[in-house]
T-cell receptor, first 114, second 111 residues
Framework: AQSVTQLGSHVSVSEGALVLLRCNYS??????LFWYVQYPNQGLQLLLK??????LVKGINGFEAEFKKSETSFHLTKPSAHMSDAAEYFC????????????FGKGTRLSVIA | GAGVSQSPSNKVTEKGKDVELRCDPI?????LYWYRQSLGQGLEFLIY????????KSGLPSDRFSAERTGGSVSTLTIQRTQQEDSAVYLC?????????FGPGTRLTVL
């Protein structure tokens, strides 16, 4: 069975600092990996996805993530945090996107301090 | 174009009542998913539709939960005899390929 572990339920960074949100997955087949962001009282918005092409994936709002098979990781980074980045971030995995449900991590709440 | 819409946005009900939650997927999306988001549990899969068929209902927590989809479009999630532990945000997503597009959710509160 697939699973996703997000290290740190809450991460706090200063404005302008590096954002690093950790995600490790387990999957018996080559995975498809996703990062979603959820702003208060809103649905989930896709930040980026890995679908077995380039291992470094660039997404919206300056975020990127690197797929590392040897570490079974897909950490999300952003060089410089903005106040508007404060939200809940979810990592998810699927082995057959479109035909199977996503398995989500528990989420990481990002706070940005001025 | 229009995204996934859900109604109502908020629902407060009394324990033991039935509720219906509606999802309007993006036009043309063949697959539709229901998830539940609750404190401490994260996002849990409930049921998946491909067209009007539900090949995977494995996430439905009890027989009080049911869902249907008609015309390959609108889906309704029904919870019978609601319990306090059913309080959560119910999210719907649709997809035609890789990415799942999520609606804003319905926040259900069972008193």
């Amino acid at each position: 069975a697939q699973s996703v572990t997000q290290l740190g339920s809450h991460v706090s960074v200063s404005e302008g600092a590096l954002v690093l949100l950790r995600c490790n997955y387990s999957s018996s087949v080559p995975p498809y990996l996703f990062w979603y962001v959820q702003y208060p009282n809103q649905g989930l918005q896709l930040l980026l996805k890995y679908t077995s092409a380039a291992t470094l994936v660039k997404g919206i709002n300056g975020f990127e993530a690197e797929f590392k098979k040897s570490e079974t990781s897909f950490h999300l980074t952003k060089p410089s945090a903005h106040m508007s980045d404060a939200a809940e971030y979810f990592c998810a995995v699927s082995d057959q996107p479109g035909n199977t449900p996503l398995v989500f991590g528990k989420g990481t709440r990002l706070s940005v301090i001025a | 174009g229009a995204g996934v819409s859900q109604s109502p946005s908020n629902k407060v009900t009394e324990k033991g009542k039935d509720v219906e939650l509606r999802c309007d997927p993006i036009s043309g999306h063949t697959a539709l998913y229901w998830y539940r988001q609750s404190l401490g549990q994260g996002l849990e899969f409930l049921i998946y539709f491909q067209g009007n068929s539900a090949p995977d209902k494995s996430g439905l927590p009890s027989d009080r939960f049911s869902a249907e989809r008609t015309g390959g479009s609108v889906s309704t999630l029904t919870i019978q005899r609601t319990q306090q532990e059913d309080s959560a945000v119910y999210l719907c997503a649709s997809t035609s390929a890789v990415e799942q597009f999520f609606g804003p959710g319905t926040r259900l509160t069972v008193l």
